[in-house]
T-cell receptor
Framework: SAVISQKPSRDICQRGTSLTIQCQVD?????MFWYRQQPGQSLTLIAT?????????ESGFVIDKFPISRPNLTFSTLTVSNMSPEDSSIYLC??????????FGEGSRLTVL | DQQVKQNSPSLSVQEGRISILNCDYTNSMFDYFLWYKKYPAEGPTFLIS?????DKNEDGRFTVFLNKSAKHLSLHIVPSQPGDSAVYFCAASGRGATNKLIFGTGTLLAVQP
């Protein structure tokens, strides 16, 4: 497995602002993903963070709203732009293993007022 | 369309007894299935997985059963311990989509001492 650190662990933000979440992994990994867990709901994949190229977004998620960076094999950021209360969620960074498992960071709990 | 379903939002079991968590899926292209455990304020932790070529996989107190014809899988925990109290998510992925997991909505397991 890998040790995955996310910052911030939680934040309270005002409507209309943006917040960048950082994800640091203790080893080089090929596959990194960003998930969202809205209150009382399941985990939903936002995008695959590709090293050296644009992220691949899932249906319902767009780059303008959730820009992602992946400058190297150990680090990625997710920005939640122009936030509204509907963006209040836990945002989770994960890394993929060749065997198919995902390992997750502790998550970033975002509350938008 | 919820491709992975956990119809029981909660389950309560006595310590020492068996816990059985159930999961149904609709996509016949899924070929890899996983269970995760999630404590509050932490990221999901990988528990156990099973490939579609098997019908059972065991790891200590945890056993996962897969019934492909019924598109159903279950997680058995025996004996259950109070530390097992958490939300359990099942997840699935398909061929050519390694690491892109589709999650169920979760089941909150409470193990009573």
């Amino acid at each position: 497995s890998a040790v995955i650190s996310q910052k911030p662990s939680r934040d309270i933000c005002q409507r209309g602002t943006s917040l960048t979440i950082q994800c640091q992994v203790d080893s080089q990994v090929t596959m990194m993903f960003w998930y969202r867990q809205q209150p009382g709901q399941s985990l939903t994949l936002i995008a695959t963070a590709n090293q050296g190229s644009e992220a691949t977004y899932e249906s319902g998620f767009v780059i303008d709203k959730f820009p992602i960076s992946r400058p190297n094999l150990t680090f990625s950021t997710l920005t939640v732009s122009n936030m509204s209360p509907e963006d209040s969620s836990i945002y989770l960074c994960s890394v993929g293993w060749q065997t198919g498992e995902l390992f997750f960071g502790e998550g970033s709990r975002l509350t938008v007022l | 369309d919820q491709q992975v379903k956990q119809n029981s939002p909660s389950l309560s079991v006595q310590e020492g007894r068996i816990s059985i968590l159930n999961c149904d899926y609709t996509n016949s292209m899924f070929d890899y299935f996983l269970w995760y455990k999630k404590y509050p304020a932490e990221g999901p932790t990988f528990l156990i997985s099973i490939s579609s070529i098997k019908d059972k996989n065991e790891d200590g107190r945890f056993t996962v059963f897969l019934n492909k014809s019924a598109k159903h899988l279950s997680l058995h925990i025996v004996p259950s311990q109070p530390g097992d109290s958490a939300v359990y998510f099942c997840a699935a992925s398909g061929r050519g989509a390694t690491n892109k997991l589709i999650f169920g909505t979760g089941t909150l397991l409470a193990v009573q001492p």
